[in-house]
């Protein structure tokens, strides 16, 4: 399961997530929608811990992962593939 609490994420002084709270239960299928600039991609990206929360908690799997280095959340299961990076080749 993936549970957020209260994610504030931004760049620089600018807030972009304000307070994004949600429960993604396993197995689900959740799309994320909105128009340009609604904060899709910053959204993904703190999850994911490419960005870093200004404030807010994210956990996957019952464990706090808001603070780990991508690199320890990819280990945990979680990843995230940006649309056309070509990692998958057809």
Same mark, same amino acid.
């Given at each position: 399961m993936l549970e957020i609490n209260g994610l504030c994420l931004?760049?620089?002084?600018?807030?972009?997530?304000?307070?994004?709270s949600l429960?993604?239960?396993?197995g689900s299928i959740v799309a994320l929608l909105g128009r340009n600039g609604a904060g899709k991609t910053t959204? !993904?990206?703190?999850? &994911? %811990?490419? !960005?870093?929360?200004? &404030? %807010?908690?994210?956990?996957?799997?019952?464990?706090p992962?808001?603070?780990m280095g991508i690199d320890k959340t990819s280990r945990s299961g979680l990843a995230y593939v940006p649309e056309g990076r070509g990692v998958c080749r057809g």
């Open positions: 931004g760049y620089g002084p600018i807030r972009v997530v304000h307070e994004l429960e993604v239960p396993e959204t !993904l990206s703190g999850i &994911a %811990g490419l !960005l870093r929360a200004q &404030a %807010g908690t994210v956990e996957f799997q019952g464990r992962i808001t603070k």
